[in-house]
């Protein structure tokens, strides 16, 4: 299942950020916790993204690099406001560090696809379990955000 020393760190990387980024969403906002929890959450994603890099199961650069890059561009979206504290900071880090978590269960579906399927079910196994994934992160997301951000 995992063939090099970088798969066996992208390995842990990614199950450590799955087990941070799901604590992190479910727990209260912006407390010492939440934040300590966040930095973590953001350290696995740099190293998971890092060694995602690394990794050439398809000859060179693939889909899944092109996600990587889609993943490190929703992480530094939502970690660039929290150090500029600019207008509308809280919005745009808790749109885009869900979707992060979101893309990283819906990158779970791809990674399990791969190791465990072939041929013709893997594209279709592998796209309903993201959507899937990503319309269940979705409603979270959009029913969090109205208590968050309706105005009263």
Known sequence: MIHSTIGLIHTVFAVLAMIFGGIVLLKI???KTHKVLGYIYVVCMLG?????????????????????LVS???????????LKKSKGWYKAHFFSMNWSVVGLYCAFWAETGTRLLQGQHF?????????????VGMVLINRKAKVLFSKA
Not at 48 to 57: Q, V, W
């Open 29 to 31: 906002k912006g407390d």
């Open 48 to 68: 998971l993204n890092g060694t995602a890099f690394a990794i050439y199961n398809f000859g060179g650069f693939s889909l899944f690099h092109g996600f990587a």
């Open 72 to 82: 490190l561009a929703a992480l530094m979206g939502g970690m660039i406001p929290i």
């Open 123 to 135: 594209w279709w196994v592998v796209a309903l379990a993201s959507f899937g994934t990503a319309m």
